[in-house]
């Protein structure tokens, strides 16, 4: 978090109970912050309309690099749930005081540690330092049913008499992650190829959950220069191992990634990593099963599965 808004955050939990009016006090509905759109995407399907469920990133904004207005953080402040990604994907979390519930959902998923040549991020990158494990766990359909369950047991703890509505919304969520599941395995079960090149590792937890690996020119970090020696290695394997496409994402820069594309002669796609959306997706209302759909037809296009 910037200095500015520390001072406003100091300034702002001075005031706090003029301006935090609980959901009973107001008869509204209760409301339900999440930091990321898989989180997002859980808590909506659960909570269905007994909440207003908001998410902290604004459409568009990527995930490792936002930090709250003054503006975020009394909305942030004011909810009645917070729930976050953890493991490091969100500097502006340390040294912020909730008000009331927060919870850490990477305490209740398995994650993934980090190799050796995976622990340091571009050094000219302040602003984004991960811990010893790979934060994009939402990736394994597999953690977010752990996370389904785990966010739907917290409802219930809340609001109790809602309780028959998170068990049926939950059933049914983690019913489609199953589906999904199945989809990913069936559909990568037999392929050509095993390696897809994107410009950041977003997808490990996918790849080792389906047998696949990852290329990637930056790294962890979507705001890392990459060196001339890294893209001259990735066009000769892009050469080498005859890959046709090669991916990038929405929230980084496509610079460095089409260049290797031109020079190998080889297709360019986008890969959605989850961590957010598109303004332009949120206005299709496409969901966390969608994407991972889309994504799910690149990926066996680009290794050739049978």
Request: charged letters at 25%; proline letters at 4%; a neutral charge.
């Amino acid at each position: 978090m910037n200095f500015k808004n520390k001072i406003f955050a100091v300034l702002l939990f001075s005031f706090i109970p003029l301006i935090s009016l609980n959901a009973k006090e107001l008869n509204q509905k209760p409301t339900i912050a999440a930091s990321t759109f898989s989180l997002y995407d859980i808590a909506k399907n659960i909570a269905s309309d007994t909440a207003e469920t908001f998410m902290i990133l604004p459409f568009g904004v990527d995930a490792h690099s936002y930090e709250p207005t003054p503006k975020d953080m009394i909305k942030i402040l004011k909810s009645d749930l917070v729930l976050y990604n953890g493991a490091g994907l969100e500097p502006w979390i340390d040294g912020f005081e909730f008000k009331k519930r927060a919870i850490n959902i990477s305490l209740h998923v398995k994650l993934r540690e980090l190799g050796k040549d995976e622990h340091q991020c571009d050094s000219k990158n302040a602003n984004h330092r991960h811990g010893a494990v790979d934060p994009h766990y939402w990736q394994d359909p597999q953690n977010m049913i752990m996370a389904a369950e785990y966010i739907a047991k917290e409802l219930i703890a809340m609001f109790p008499k809602n309780r028959d509505l998170y068990l049926k919304n939950r059933d049914n969520y983690i019913n489609m992650l199953k589906n999904l599941d199945k989809s990913y395995k069936e559909k990568l079960l037999t392929c050509k190829l095993d390696t897809i090149i994107v410009n950041h590792n977003a997808f490990s937890y996918l790849s080792q959950r389906y047998g696949f690996h990852v290329e990637s020119l930056s790294g962890l970090s979507p705001e890392a220069e990459p060196s001339a020696n890294s893209m001259i290695k990735l066009i000769e394997h892009v050469r080498e191992h005859k890959i046709g496409t090669v991916f990038f994402e929405s929230f980084a820069s496509d610079k460095a990634i089409k260049s290797i594309a031109k020079e190998a002669k080889v297709g360019v796609d986008v890969l959605q990593p989850l961590g957010n959306i598109t303004a332009d997706e949120a206005k299709q209302k496409l969901s966390y099963e969608d994407i991972m759909r889309k994504n799910l037809e690149k990926i066996s296009k680009a290794l050739k599965c049978q």
